[in-house]
């Protein structure tokens, strides 16, 4: 049965983490507060509720958790789709204790949240809820404050909490390694016949041809953001240039705004620019991949730059998607006539540097590794690939992507992996990720078990009859 305890394990370790996203809407806290003993109503059932007299129900260290929280949190699981059904109040209780035990302990550890960061998840977090009702006020009033102010004051507290609790989470399962000879014993341990089935599976290779960008067309866009950049020095608003003129999707919207570090994933060329302005600068149309950009900076705070900026990439000539397209289709005539082989044609004529080393070999972006499940494959790239034959290359192909850039490309399957049972060799990446799983569990487990007797922690009323999956009650 060793299997089906692990399968139920990952299940609940999967549940944990879901629900900790889940809850960054909900989780009330009120940090460093003294618990005073609490009387409270019988929990009652969220179904034909009107009215119920909140109240603290336990405490972790110098964290609460009251009554409401339960219900909150019941409601935004609904509200992102969720099941509620098979949850129950002890159960959701159990989760809120784990977070505050993950707070409380983070302090103990001496694990440092910044101000820029709780900033930083407050903009994005405000900006996805008002996405989602269209106006702050409306967050506001379902949060039952009287301000804005008010609000970010509340939500403030909430955010360092969960920051604070991914950051003990973080550091326990960071911690936590695997050797070859645990992975082998694990999979020993596995019962014949309750291995593992893995889905069929492939490996897939690409050439990508990119259209050639005219020097005059390059010309056009640095004209252009100059012109941006000549009004924005002469007191014109960046924001609102952004806003009307940026290509990046994920900026724009926000007047270009983005913060960031040394150790944010941007592209080389921008954090270089971007590092090298004062506050106030505005810097020359540079290029990286994207396009041309230029880069306003709002405020440096130590080792955080606040910047807005505008991305602008050239128009590709349908002169330059023409020629692309034959250039790649010269490219597939010449793998045909076995000229060259696919993965050589890839080293040596592929504009995608990501893949063009591994001779066009694409890695999972899930897994990190080469194979690709197919019930869990991106459904654009399956419908590339799921009428080709083996060693078949597929006919040019336009590709857009979601910044807008074209390119063509061809694919080609490189290895099919059919549904099979388990097998240490074959499978072994997968088999080391059960097995890492297992011993995080088993971490966090036994993390548990210590902090909970070393921490205060009380429950009141009706929910001490609960039984918890940890050891709460100190019985």
């Known amino acids: 049965m060793l299997l089906k305890k692990l399968q139920l394990k990952t299940i609940d370790y999967k549940l944990v983490l879901t629900m900790c996203f889940l809850f960054f809407f909900n989780s009330i806290i009120s940090a460093q507060e003294i618990i005073k003993d609490t009387v409270i109503q019988k929990p009652v059932q969220l179904t034909g509720q009107k009215q119920k007299i909140d109240g603290i129900i336990a405490n972790v260290g110098d964290y609460i958790v009251l009554d409401s929280d339960i219900d909150k949190a019941y409601l935004e699981i609904s509200a992102q789709g969720g099941s509620i059904k098979d949850i129950t109040r002890c ?40 996405q989602q009702v269209g106006d702050i006020n409306k967050v506001v009033a379902y949060y039952k404050k009287n301000s804005v102010e008010e609000f970010k004051t509340y939500f403030s507290d909430i955010l360092k909490e969960q920051k604070l609790a991914s950051e003990m989470t973080k550091k326990i399962v960071d911690a936590v390694e695997i050797t070859p000879e645990e992975v082998r014993n694990f999979f020993k341990k596995i019962p014949k016949e309750e291995l593992p089935t893995f889905g069929a599976e492939m490996e897939v290779a690409q050439i990508v041809v990119e259209p050639k960008v005219s020097a005059e067309d390059e010309q056009k866009v640095k004209d252009r953001l100059n012109a941006i950049r000549k009004d924005v020095l002469e007191g014109s608003s960046f924001a609102t240039k952004a806003v009307l003129y940026s290509q990046d999707p994920g900026s724009s919207p926000n007047g270009g705004f983005y913060k960031m570090t040394r150790k944010t994933p941007f592209v080389k060329e921008f954090k270089d620019v971007a590092f090298s302005l004062g506050e106030g600068e505005v810097s020359e149309p540079f290029k990286t991949t994207f396009g041309y950009h230029i880069i306003m900076v709002d ?19 349908e002169t330059a998607l023409k020629d692309a397209k034959e250039r790649i289709a010269n490219i597939r005539a010449k793998i045909e006539n076995k000229e060259i082989t696919f993965a050589e044609a890839a080293r040596t004529e592929s504009d995608e540097k990501e893949t063009r080393a591994n001779g066009g070999t694409l890695i999972n972006p899930n897994t990190q590794d080469t194979r690709f499940e197919l019930t869990k494959m991106d ?41 099979h049972t388990a097998d240490y060799a074959k499978d072994y990446t997968k088999i080391k990720e059960l097995a890492l799983k297992e011993k995080q569990i088993t971490t966090i487990s036994k993390w548990f078990d210590t902090k909970i007797k070393d921490t205060y922690i009380k429950i009141i009323g009706e929910y001490r009859d609960c039984n918890f999956v940890y050891n709460w009650l100190k019985k």
């Open 379 to 419: 459904p654009t790239l399956y419908s590339q690939v799921s009428n080709l034959k083996d060693n078949e290359i597929s006919q040019p192909i336009l590709n857009t992507d979601d910044k807008g850039k074209k390119t063509y490309k061809l694919i080609t399957i490189t290895n099919r992996i059919d549904a």
């Open 299 to 317: 405020k440096i705070k130590g080792q955080e730059v606040e910047l807005r900026h505008i991305l602008i990439a050239p128009t590709v000539s």
């Open 91 to 130: 159960q959701m209780l159990g989760k809120l204790l784990e977070d505050k035990l993950y707070a409380h302990q983070a302090i103990q550890d001496s694990i440092v949240v910044s101000d820029a960061e709780i900033r930083g998840m407050m903009d994005d977090r405000l900006n996805y809820m008002i």
